[in-house]
Antibody, heavy 117, light 106 residues
Framework: QVQLQESGPGLVKPSETLSLTCTVS????????WSWIRQPSGKGLEWIGW???????NYNPSLKSRVTISVDPSKNQFSLRLSSVTAADTAVYYC???????????WGQGTLVTVSS | SYELTQPLSVSVALGQTARITCGGN??????VHWYQQKPGQAPVLVLY???NRPSGIPDRFSGSNSGNTATLTISRAQAGDEADYYC?????????FGTGTKVTVL
């Protein structure tokens, strides 16, 4: 059974960079797409971007200037960096997997990141 | 940019049928996926490619997609179906989620 687990600081200061890692267990990171999705408290889901195991990426146009997603197949991990954060970036951040069929079949449990000084 | 619109809330009596719509320009030409999210939990896939159920999802969940509207139907609604539901599509490799619908079972 594939499992995803997010990890990283739960508190980030304004203007700094948010960094999260998703560790994939129970399966290989190869041949799949891996996404970051976030959800502010009480609000809907927002897609941040995806990375293919080979390193190809695609980002939400509204966040593109601040987002970097990378992958480390040797560690079965992929990561998110979001720069110049503000309070509006406070959210639960999820990592998730999809294949060529394009639906998210596995999700991490989510991790709350708060942007505050 | 492409947008997906869902009703904010849908109420359904226990044992009755709930229909949740997802509106988008010519959404019938896209594959629509649906997720159920209960409080404090990650979303769970309940339908993929308009009307297909993953393993473990009861056949009370069904879907359709045509024209400008995709629909998730929950038949014989149970208390455990109370949750937020999101539709999802891809538009030029960009992921999009609907605005979300809170389903209340009365």
């Amino acid at each position: 059974q594939v499992q995803l687990q997010e990890s990283g600081p739960g508190l980030v200061k304004p203007s700094e960079t948010l960094s999260l890692t998703c560790t994939v267990s129970g399966g290989s990171i190869s041949s799949y797409y891996w996404s970051w999705i976030r959800q502010p408290s009480g609000k809907g889901l927002e897609w941040i971007g995806w990375i293919y195991y080979s390193g190809t990426t695609n980002y939400n146009p509204s966040l593109k200037s601040r987002v970097t997603i990378s992958v480390d197949p040797s560690k079965n991990q992929f990561s998110l960096r979001l720069s110049s954060v503000t309070a509006a970036d406070t959210a639960v951040y999820y990592c998730a997997r999809h294949g060529v069929t394009a639906y998210y079949d596995y999700w991490g449990q989510g991790t709350l990141v708060t942007v505050s000084s | 940019s492409y947008e997906l619109t869902q009703p904010l809330s849908v109420s359904v009596a226990l044992g009755q049928t709930a229909r949740i719509t997802c509106g988008g320009n010519n959404i019938g030409s896209k594959n629509v996926h649906w997720y159920q999210q209960k409080p404090g939990q990650a979303p769970v896939l309940v339908l993929y490619r308009d009307s297909n159920r993953p393993s473990g999802i009861p056949d009370r969940f069904s879907g359709s997609n045509s024209g400008n509207t995709a629909t998730l139907t929950i038949s014989r609604a149970q208390a455990g179906d109370e949750a937020d539901y999101y539709c999802q599509v891809w538009d030029s490799s960009t992921g999009l989620f609907g605005t979300g619908t809170k389903v209340t079972v009365l």
